[in-house]
């Protein structure tokens, strides 16, 4: 990709986030008295950031140098989304796993998971008409290429990595709870960083089953059994691992 076509996303990606955080505030704002209708929105506004982001992040990955370019975006990126999205988990996975242990209701948690995958599939549409503007090249191939066949090993490796991936991402989440919030949203995006360079080329390195169906959408299409497992039960199986392995056998043996 040309240096202007890198800069072409890079305002996109940054005029969603301005316009996210607008509707955020508004939201707060606006709808104080009516709880489930603002935490439904905030998450699908969130989700929505992180969704439509990726998807025009994911045309950066032949920026030169490589890998190292897209990796720095992604890792910039994923400050910007944890500093200006404070809140809101914009993963199923996330919700999942204060549901799994009590810390919130299943009737908070499916509005919230209902809201990330409504915002999935905003954020494909809109990418889509975006990219129909041709604003820049890619933006020609990415509209008329179809499944991106992100799975590039086994579907049974590819299962096991997206589970072991999501495994160490809940589990550094746990883990860092109490770190200051300066510190640990560039923790988070290190390990993100770390994932995607260690597994990117192989599955993709997702671990976030919204994100996943957002990307991928041809493919659920086209496959969605394989992809179904390996992009939606894997990530979910590792968090509910971990939310089992933290709240009843660690408790256990400190």
């Known amino acids: ?23 955020r505030r508004l939201t707060r704002r606006r709808l104080r008295a009516h709880p489930r209708l603002c935490t ?15 998807n025009e992040l994911c045309l950066l990955g032949n920026v030169e140098p490589k890998p190292h370019a897209a990796l720095t975006f992604t890792y910039g990126f994923t400050v910007l989304h944890g500093l200006t999205l404070t809140g809101s988990t914009c993963n199923p996975c ?7 242990g009590g810390g919130t209701s299943v009737k908070m948690g499916g509005l919230k998971i209902a809201a990330q995958f409504v915002a999935a599939v905003l954020a494909r549409v809109f990418m889509n008409f975006i ?27 590819a299962f096991c990595i997206e589970l072991l991936f999501s495994v160490v991402f809940q589990l550094t989440i746990l883990r860092v709870e109490s770190v200051n919030p300066k510190y640990k949203v560039h923790l988070i995006a290190l390990l993100i960083t770390m994932l995607v360079y260690a597994g990117g080329n ?19 299409y086209d496959k969605f059994l394989s992809y179904s497992l390996v992009y939606w039960i894997a990530p979910s199986l590792g968090t509910i691992l971990v939310a089992f392995i933290w709240d009843e056998i660690l408790p256990r043996i400190s």
Do not use: R
């Open 94 to 100: 996330g919700t999942l796993q204060p549901m799994w």
């Open 40 to 54: 439904f929105l905030l998450e699908m506004f969130s989700t929505f950031q992180v969704c439509a982001c990726t």
């Open 131 to 157: 990219w129909s503007l041709g604003m820049a090249e890619p933006h020609f191939e990415a509209l008329s290429q179809g499944c991106s066949n992100p799975m590039q090993t086994t579907e049974t490796q």
């Open 1 to 23: 990709m040309a240096a202007g076509g890198a800069g072409t996303s890079l305002l996109l990606m940054a005029g969603i986030t301005v316009t996210v955080g607008l509707c």
């Open 202 to 220: 192989l599955t993709g390195a997702i671990f976030n089953p919204a994100l996943a169906f957002s990307l991928h959408a041809h493919c659920f």
